[in-house]
C-alpha cells in the first residue's frame, strides 16, 4: 500500500512540473496570439503554487525523497512563471552615481491628483516623468516644470522640452515623444499607453461558465490590433535618432511575445537594475484580484541602468516606476 501511494505520488508530482514547463511554453510562444494561452499570460499567476500546498506536506510525511523534484517546481513558479528578477547584468558594474532619474505612472484618472503628484515629483525629483492616463482639465503642476500634454497622456520634464511629436491611434493619442534639452546633452523621451488585454479577456471570460468561447473570434481581433499598435509604435519611436528612452504603461509582460517582439530590443530598467517582482500593477478580472508587471522604463544602449524600483501607492491602480540611469 506504501508502495502504490509512493508512485501515485511521482506521476502526481512529476504530471505538475510537466504542466508548469507547459505553462511557462504557453507564456512564450502562444500568449498574446492564442486566446487561452492570453487568458494564462495576464492572468493571476499565483495559482500555479497551489498544488504545492498538497504535494510539499505528502513529500515531508510519506516521500521525502520528493523534495528536490518539488524544489524544481518552486524555481519554475518563481521565476520564469512568477517573475522574480534578480539583476545579475548589473553585477560587477562600475558604481557611478546617477546621472538621469525617470519616472513613469499611470494615475488611472481621477484617482491621483495634480497636488499629490506634484509631492512625488518633489520627493523623487526625476529628471523626467512619462503620466498616463490623466485627467485632462484637472491636473496643474507648479510653473518649474516643463509640460508636455496630449490628451491623457503627459510628458514632465525638470529640463527644457525643445520638441513635441506625437502618435495617433485612430483619434486618440498613445504615444509623444520629446526632445529632452537634459546636462549630460539632448535626449529622446517617449511617454507610452498601449492598449489593454483586458478587452479581449474580458469577452471571453464569464462568471457562470468560466469561458465564452462565443466571443473568441472578437477576442482574436483585439488580440491582433496589440500587435499592430506595438509594430507601428515601435517603428515610429525608432526613427528618432536621439539616444532614447521610453517609459509607460506597455499593458504588456516581459514573458510576452508582443513584447520580445518590439521591445526586448530595448533595454529593460527592472530587469537589469531591480530586484523582486516589480508588480506596478493591481488587476481585478472578474473574482480574481493579483498584482502584474506591465509598466515599463525602456532605453538604448547608451543609458545604463543602475536602479529601479516601484513608488508609493497614491490611489491608482497602477504604482509609479522610477529608474536611475548613467550615460556611457
Not at 513635441?164 to 499607453?193: L, M
Request: charged share 20%.
Amino acid at each position: 500500500m506504501e508502495k502504490k501511494i509512493r508512485t501515485f505520488y511521482q506521476c502526481g508530482l512529476y504530471t505538475y512540473i510537466l504542466a508548469l514547463l507547459i505553462v511557462v511554453g504557453l507564456f512564450r510562444f502562444c500568449g498574446d496570439r492564442w486566446w487561452f494561452a492570453t487568458v494564462l499570460l495576464y492572468g493571476p499567476r499565483w495559482i500555479y503554487a497551489i498544488p504545492m500546498a498538497i504535494l510539499l506536506p505528502a513529500a515531508v510525511f510519506w516521500h521525502p525523497r520528493g523534495l528536490p523534484a518539488l524544489g524544481v517546481a518552486a524555481l519554475i513558479i518563481v521565476f520564469p512563471i512568477m517573475g522574480l528578477n534578480i539583476p545579475w547584468q548589473s553585477w560587477g558594474q562600475p558604481d557611478r552615481p546617477a546621472e538621469l532619474r525617470v519616472l513613469t505612472y499611470n494615475v488611472q484618472r481621477w484617482q491621483v491628483s495634480s497636488q499629490e503628484f506634484a509631492e512625488l515629483l518633489e520627493a523623487v525629483q526625476p529628471d523626467v516623468a512619462a503620466v498616463q492616463e490623466c485627467a485632462p482639465s484637472r491636473w496643474t503642476l507648479p510653473p518649474q516644470w516643463h509640460v508636455r500634454r496630449a490628451q491623457t497622456s503627459l510628458v514632465v520634464s525638470k529640463h527644457p522640452i525643445l520638441d513635441v511629436q506625437r502618435w495617433y491611434r485612430n483619434a486618440e493619442v498613445n504615444g509623444i515623444y520629446c526632445v529632452i534639452d537634459a546636462p549630460t546633452g539632448k535626449i529622446g523621451f517617449c511617454c507610452i499607453d498601449l492598449l489593454t488585454p483586458r478587452r479581449a479577456l474580458t469577452m471571453v471570460l464569464d462568471r457562470e461558465t468560466v469561458f465564452n468561447l462565443e466571443n473568441v473570434d472578437s477576442a482574436q481581433g483585439k488580440i491582433a490590433n496589440r500587435w499592430q499598435e506595438s509594430a507601428r509604435l515601435a517603428k515610429w519611436a525608432g526613427n528618432f535618432p536621439e539616444p532614447k528612452i521610453l517609459a509607460g504603461d506597455f499593458n504588456l509582460t516581459v514573458d510576452s511575445p508582443i513584447y520580445g517582439k518590439y521591445w526586448s530590443p530595448y533595454q529593460n530598467a527592472f530587469s537589469r537594475a531591480g530586484f523582486g517582482f516589480g508588480h506596478t500593477k493591481d488587476t481585478k478580472i472578474n473574482i480574481f484580484r493579483y498584482p502584474s508587471r506591465i509598466d515599463h522604463i525602456l532605453s538604448t544602449p547608451g543609458f545604463r541602468p543602475v536602479r529601479c524600483w516601484t513608488g508609493p501607492n497614491l490611489g491608482s491602480d497602477h504604482l509609479p516606476l522610477i529608474a536611475d540611469f548613467v550615460l556611457e
